[in-house]
């Protein structure tokens, strides 16, 4: 236990330790049982390939303490498959989405008081990554491998309730048409940092990638989805083979489609074509929606719904999925999981 008390409402997004992490090796083919760890530090060999390589991915998503006290995850097993699908593409072994699922539950359950309490806005972050281990110099798949999760509480993403922040379009690109960029791997963030901090530099929030093919169609917002809300009321996001696909997309897309009743597209959004769009937001787990004021592209500045407040379609999809996150509105069959 420990003994500081944590001021939910002024926590940000800083590392610190919890009680335990969870921990599995696989060594000779096959993953162990795994345990639970105070220790905060990993001791792996200097030739890891993780370390020279990047074979590394990882996952992100929270745990929420809902109105009676209880905790809860939302749409763990999305992420556990997401996780094999990045292990397929960079040759590491899959975990098994039991055996994610039961981890992550465990490593919650361990960490219980540091959830923080309904009502806050904070939430319990969770962390689940792998490593390639073992003595490997050239470049090949290593022979042993990490699966590790830790936890830490994080603050609500908007201190005073939902405000939009600006964006800007970057020459650089984040990932290849036939690349990485579908995967959850370290390289894609390595590539994004130089971009990132040139806009943070120019005044904005983040950068706006656009297809490395052409550079006409959106692509990320920084490290989350890309969605538009047009003139008729269609939820729109881009489809191409280089975005991540982002859990809380694919969730907000349910949510327009079947509670708000409105009509949803997966297509090309073109970077000229922004004026179709009333309202535009950019979509994740740390942060669930962030409202978009407006996008700069090459010095000219598209202003969506409003620099200062966030529009109703945006606000009432933040609402509807926060409701369903924190428990306070029912979930579709299959995205809750008690801890
Ligand atoms: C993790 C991630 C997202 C958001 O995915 P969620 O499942 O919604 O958290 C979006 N873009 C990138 C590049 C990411 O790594």
Redesign the pocket.
């Known amino acids: 236990m420990s003994d500081k008390k944590i001021d939910w409402k002024n926590l940000g997004f800083d590392y610190q330790k919890t009680n335990k992490s969870f921990m599995s090796v696989y060594k000779d083919g096959e993953w162990d049982e795994g345990e639970l760890t105070d220790d905060n530090f990993i001791r792996i060999s200097e030739a890891s390939t993780s370390l020279h390589y990047g074979q590394q991915c990882f ?3 929270k745990a929420y303490r809902t109105k009676d006290g209880e905790i809860q995850l939302f749409r763990t097993d ?2 556990a498959k ?1 996780m094999q699908r990045s292990c397929d593409k960079i040759l590491m072994p899959r975990v098994p989405v039991d055996k994610f699922v039961d981890a992550v539950k465990k490593v919650v359950k361990a960490n219980e008081e540091f959830v923080p309490p309904y009502g806050t806005g904070a939430t319990l972050y969770v962390r689940p990554f792998m490593i390639g281990t073992g003595h490997t110099v050239g470049v090949k798949p290593a022979p042993e491998y990490i699966f590790r999760i830790f936890v830490l509480p994080v603050g609500s993403y908007f201190k005073g309730g939902l405000s939009p922040v600006d964006f800007v379009t970057t020459e650089y690109d ?1 990932a290849a048409p036939q690349g990485t ?1 579908a995967a ?1 791997v370290g390289g ?2 390595a590539a ?1 940092l130089e971009a990132h901090k040139e806009a943070v530099e120019k005044g904005y929030a983040d950068c706006i990638y656009l297809d490395a093919k052409t550079h006409t169609k959106i692509e ?1 917002v ?4 890309f969605f538009g809300i047009t003139k008729d009321n269609v939820f729109v996001t881009p489809d191409s083979p280089s ?9 907000l897309m349910y949510i327009a489609e079947n509670v708000l009743g409105m009509k949803v597209e997966e297509r090309d959004v073109l970077i000229d074509e922004l004026d179709e769009f009333k309202e535009a937001g950019a ?4 942060a669930v929606i962030t409202p978009i004021g407006a996008i700069t592209h090459k010095d000219k500045e598209h202003v969506f719904y409003s620099k200062e407040e966030v529009g109703p379609v945006t606000k009432k999809l933040y609402e509807t999925l926060v409701g369903i996150q924190t428990g306070d509105i029912e979930a579709p069959e299959g995205w809750i999981f008690k801890v």
């Open positions: 996952e992100g998503l999305e992420n997401r984040r960029g959850k894609n963030y994004s990320e920084g490290a989350a989805n975005i991540l696909p982002s859990i809380t997309k694919y969730s979509c994740g787990t740390a």
